[in-house]
Structure formats: C-alpha cells, structure tokens
C-alpha cells in the first residue's frame, strides 16, 4: 500500500509574486498564515496579477511571524514594508469588495518604479472576512487574496508526468500550490474527496482551471506555449484544462513536510 505524505509547502505572501517553500506552516482561517495576505492594486483598487504584469514573478516576497514583509526584485534595494493599520481603502479582487489596510508609501513607490505603473501595496486586516464561493463551500469557509480557495495541492506525481511530456520540465512553482503530495499515482488526486493531514482535515471543493500564469518563466517574465499547450491534449474538459484540486480546511494547525497524510474518502 503507498504511503502518501507531505513533500511539499509553499506560501505565496503577495499575491502573484515569488512564493516561497517552507518546512512547515502554521494554519488559520483562511489558510497558510500570511498567505496571499498582501495584494498589489491599481489607482482604482483593482487588483493586479501576473495576467496583466507578468514582471510581478520577478519580485521575490517573504515574511515572518511578525507581519514584516521584504521585496527583492532586479536592479532594485531590498525593501522592508510591514503593515500601516491607518489609512484604509476599498479594493476589489474579482467580484469582492474588500476594506483593505495601506502597506505604505514606501513600498507604493518600489512597486510602481518596477512595474512602471502606479500601484499600492495592501494587506486584509485580521477582522475582515472574506468568504469562500458558497457554492463550494460552508457559511465559515474564508480566504484571504487568494483567486478563491485557501488550498491548491498538487501531487508530485502528476507533475512529473506532465514533466515527462515535455521537452523542459517545469518546477512545482510554476503552479503555484500550497501542498504537494507525494507515494499517490499521478492524478490520484482527482478522486480525493476528504483527507486528513495531522490535526487539520481537508476537503476538495473543486479541481483547480489554469489561466495563462504557468506559461510564464518566473526567471524572465517571458510567456511560452507550455505548459497549457502540452496539457490541453489530456488535461482538457468543457473548454478549461485543470492541473490540482482547491482545498477547503477545517480548523487551524501545523502543517509540515513529511506528515502523512490519510485519504478519508
């Protein structure tokens, strides 16, 4: 029998800049702490991804235990933007209006100088909540900036089968999980429905549609036809290609590499 365990963590500080891979992640109510807890927004509030700047993956975020957040990026200083709880404004990813809190002028200013746009630096106060589509999820399921869901995992499995198609192989980064999961057959994933990691236990709320982000080379910010163009030939149904499965949690914990994790249905 395999023995399926955690080979994998990644949390993702800003929304659609450089993650970053951890030994271990401590979990709350929206998810891995201080994932996706910070966005980069237009004039308007409107949240910018790699969709429109795809330059965003050449800025590197990490943080700690204590809500500091450092930027790196080419030919720019290292910059240290913690949260400024005072000036708030409203912001808008997808079809959520959110009350967000300013990271500062400082970090404004880097952002728009690499990006060459002007651009803010935000971050979701602990007190706003925003829910998970209700129609994958439960009345208390929420989500940080996260496109939608608090968990992407993937199996290692299924990526080096991909891999295996190609002519490059691509790293797990380009697809931007949470959790990656390895002793399972490629894709077995697709047919989990509940697990249990440690303390905490996860539900599949629905498999994960890839847009354009993976087709970008986090080394150069360069678009390609892969990895979209080799999966649409087996990965494809009704018009989207889905590579992972989002993730709905129950509780809060530890998550660290190595921890088997159960199959409960």
């Not at 201080?34 to 429109?52: E, K, L, N, S, Y």
């Not at 608090?150 to 959790?179: G, K, T, Y």
């Not at 360069?222 to 009704?238: C, F, H, I, K, V």
């Not at 129950?250 to 249905?265: I, N, T």
């Amino acid at each position: 029998m395999q023995s399926l365990r955690v080979s994998g963590l990644y949390r993702y500080p800003v929304k659609s800049l450089g993650g970053e891979a951890s030994s271990s992640l401590e979990v709350g109510p929206r998810g891995p702490q201080f994932d996706r807890h910070w966005m980069v927004v237009d004039a308007d509030g409107r949240f910018i991804t790699q969709r429109q700047q795809p330059r965003m993956c050449l800025i590197q975020a990490r943080t700690d235990d204590e809500r500091a957040l450092w930027l790196t990026a080419p030919g720019m200083p290292e910059i240290c933007g913690g949260e400024r709880r005072a000036e708030r404004l409203e912001v808008r990813v997808w079809d959520d209006v959110l009350s967000a809190s300013a990271a500062g002028p400082a970090a404004d200013r880097w952002l728009s100088e690499f990006l060459a746009l002007p651009c803010r630096l935000v971050s979701l106060p602990d007190h706003v909540a925003r829910p998970v589509d209700p129609d994958y999820a439960g009345p208390s399921d929420q989500v940080g900036f996260a496109d939608g869901f608090p968990f992407l995992l993937i199996s290692q499995a299924s990526l080096d089968d991909l891999n295996s198609r190609l002519e490059r192989p691509l790293p797990m980064l380009r697809f931007r999980p949470n959790l990656v999961v390895s002793g399972c057959d490629p894709y077995a994933e697709d047919r989990w429905r509940r697990l249990r990691i440690g303390d905490l236990e996860f539900r599949i709320a629905k498999p994960c549609s890839r847009c354009i982000i993976p087709t970008i080379d986090p080394a150069t910010a360069q678009r390609s036809a892969e990895p979209l163009r080799t999966l649409r030939g087996y990965r494809r149904r009704d018009n989207k290609i889905y590579f992972g499965q989002n993730l709905v949690h129950r509780g809060s914990g530890r998550l660290a590499v190595d921890m088997p994790v159960e199959v409960l249905a």
